[in-house]
């Protein structure tokens, strides 16, 4: 299976790394060495001598390290040339190994290195050219020959920067998918936060509402069965609400396209109605109201009922009082919720590390706000948040 599975494997192409220098080198010295002896073969009889094979071979074959030495084979590759022309007939163009060593010391980074090579090049070839009487390079040869070399140094330092360019961009790239993924992730533990103290108020209240109505109805039972009907009568109705509730909740778990709710969002405008489903469990409630009531940003709003109603919750659940304060007071810029009872300061004391209190707090501060949650020194308990707008 692992064989068949390795001859299967795509070869890729075009090749990279390795082989690429590799073809390039045995590439370079095949095609050199065929233009050698056709030359050879068709111009006056000649033979070309094994050190200049040899030359040809050194300077093609040093193209296979040209990435990790690039200054090493430029010079290499330049001694090779400058050892081989003077002493080859007919020589052909094996500088073509000294110009592809320039582009690559360009195209990594040595754009120093390779216009100091190729300066070395240009000035031995006219020296060499004035030695005799013979003009090697016809007319205007030797500057062609520069340009060439000018040329090539600047399409290497050309890539050179386009491949840097596109470093950055990956980079750049690679940067914003990971702000991308930690912003979503973020974004995804605020979500679940955000649902889990939702669940949390709603299923808390309720539910404390629910117990607190079922050890009613058992005593109504025995002794009072009107009251035992107004409790049971209370559980439905809370069970009712906490069943739309966790609809709700989980529909926007699940990113269904539901109806639109027909009951009021929570806010402080049903505020008596929480008041009236807590008194429903033996708890005398009063609301008062200080400052012009208005509308309030939906945040705000959401933040404050829940706060009023974990308050009442926890009244139920950990204190003995017979009776709660809910005081609204709305600022110019902010709004006020505080909820009092009075019940002895021992049995009306939560842990201010609960689960309770950490998410009365958490949505206080959310928006920029303040919550204060401890005994009262003349009885019971208080809590205080404090909501800018």
Same mark, same amino acid.
């Given at each position: ?20 220098? &590799? ?5 370079? =010295? ?12 068709? @111009? ?11 030359? /040809? ?40 190994? =000294? ?18 090579? +190729?300066?070395?090049? &240009? ?11 013979? %003009? ?10 520069? @340009? ?12 050179? %920067? ?25 974004? +995804? ?14 299923? @808390?209240? %309720?539910?404390?509402?629910? %117990? ?52 009021? +969002? ?45 308050? /009442? ?59 204060? &949650?401890?005994?009262?020194?003349? @009885? ?10």
């Amino acid at each position: 299976m692992r064989l068949a599975a390795r001859r299967e494997r795509p070869v890729p192409w075009p090749p990279g790394g390795r082989t690429a220098d &590799a073809l390039l080198a045995g590439g370079s =010295f095949a095609v050199l060495a065929a233009m050698a002896l056709v030359s050879t073969h068709t @111009g006056p009889p000649s033979r070309m001598p094994a050190y200049s094979w040899a030359l /040809l071979a050194v300077t093609c074959g040093a193209l296979y390290f040209r990435r990790g030495h690039p200054v090493v084979v430029g010079a290499v590759t330049l001694l090779a040339c400058t050892v081989y022309y003077p002493v080859t007939e007919p020589d052909g163009p094996a500088v073509i190994t =000294f110009v592809i060593a320039l582009y690559t010391a360009a195209a990594e980074g040595y754009l120093t290195a390779a216009v100091v090579l +190729a300066g070395i090049s &240009a000035a031995a070839t006219l020296a060499a050219d004035r030695r005799d009487d013979v %003009n090697h390079l016809a007319d205007a040869a030797g500057f062609l020959l520069i @340009g060439w070399f000018v040329a090539v140094i600047a399409i290497g330092g050309v890539v050179r %920067n386009r491949r840097a360019y596109l470093r950055e961009a990956e980079e750049r790239a690679r940067v914003a998918e990971r702000g991308r993924e930690a912003e979503a992730r973020r974004r +995804a533990i605020e979500e679940r936060l955000r649902i889990a103290r939702e669940l949390h108020d709603v299923l @808390g209240h %309720n539910i404390s509402l629910i %117990n607190v109505q079922a050890t009613a109805a058992l005593h109504g039972l025995r002794r009072e069965p009107e009251r035992a009907e107004d409790a049971l009568t209370a559980i439905k109705q809370a069970s009712k609400d906490t069943l739309r509730e966790m609809r709700a909740t989980l529909g926007v778990l699940r990113q269904v396209d539901e109806a639109a709710p027909v009951t009021p +969002a929570p806010g402080l405008a049903r505020l008596d109605e929480l008041a009236k489903g807590i008194a429903a469990a033996g708890l005398k409630i009063r609301t008062e109201i200080e400052g012009e009531p208005r509308p309030l940003p939906a945040d705000a709003d959401l933040a404050a009922y829940r706060i009023a109603q974990e308050a /009442l919750t926890n009244v139920t659940r950990h204190s003995n009082a017979t009776s709660a304060l809910v005081r609204i007071r709305y600022g110019d810029n902010d709004v006020t919720v505080s909820v009092e009872d009075d019940g002895t300061p021992a049995s009306a004391a939560p842990s201010a590390d609960g689960t309770g209190i950490r998410g009365m707090r958490d949505r206080a501060e959310a928006l920029g706000g303040t919550l204060d &949650a401890a005994p009262d020194p003349d @009885g019971g308990f208080k809590v205080r948040a404090h909501l800018p707008l």
